[in-house]
T-cell receptor
């Protein structure tokens, strides 16, 4: 089955800096890669996703990149703000979706 | 369109009691997934169900845990004879179909505390 690894487990940045979270996956059949944000005490919510036929996708301050050959994908947040502080989960999906262990991002004002 | 509903939101049980967690998927969604999240940890897959069928229960403990998704009504995750280690947040998610490109929509979670 699919195995997703996510790094780092914690990340602290200064407001305005960029943050990068990286994930690797094992199943070459995976072709959908969503990212979820979970604020404290809340449910995970989709913030951006990318399909395997695309190498990069951007939505305002958030971008995702995908390298299918190397089986890794990354989340990039630019101009970070304190409200970006949360736990971020990557996931990889073919028939079934599996999640990474999460990255706790702290943005210091 | 109401989102994924879970109830109760908080559940307190004493060791040895049973816990029943309910999940109503989004309208039009027939696929339900259950996840467990321990404090400060990630989302651990437990079970994936379609109506009246368990598709994948590879993440569910063999004993004390069971899940169902009947033809009518919500999906239910049942934990028998709860122990302190079962204390966690249990999230369900739903999607309209299986397979690629299908976002999973999460419910608000049930926070189970075992005394």
């Amino acid at each position: 089955g699919e195995n997703v690894e996510q790094h780092p487990s914690t990340l602290s940045v200064q407001e305005g800096d960029s943050a990068v979270i990286k994930c690797t996956y094992s199943d070459s059949a995976s072709n959908y890669f969503p990212w979820y944000k979970q604020e404290l005490g809340k449910r995970p919510q989709l913030i951006i996703d990318i399909r395997s036929n695309v190498g990069e996708k951007k939505d305002q301050r958030i971008a995702v990149t995908l390298n299918k050959t190397a089986k890794h994908f990354s989340l990039h947040i630019t101009e970070t703000q304190p409200e970006d502080s949360a736990v971020y989960f990557c996931a990889a999906s073919s028939d079934d979706m599996r999640f990474g262990a999460g990255t706790r991002l702290t943005v210091k004002p | 369109n109401a989102g994924v509903m879970q109830n109760p939101r908080h559940l307190v049980r004493r060791r040895g009691q049973e816990a029943r967690l309910r999940c109503s998927p989004m309208k039009g969604h027939s696929h339900v997934y259950w996840y467990r999240q321990l404090p400060e940890e990630g989302l651990k897959f437990m079970v994936y169900l379609q109506k009246e069928n368990i598709i994948d229960e590879s993440g569910m403990p063999k004993e004390r845990f069971s899940a169902e998704f009947p033809k009518e009504g919500p999906s239910i995750l049942r934990i028998q004879q709860v122990v302190r280690g079962d204390s966690a947040a249990y999230f369900c998610a739903s999607s309209p179909r299986r397979g690629s490109y299908n976002e999973q929509f999460f419910g608000p979670g049930t926070r189970l505390t075992v005394l």
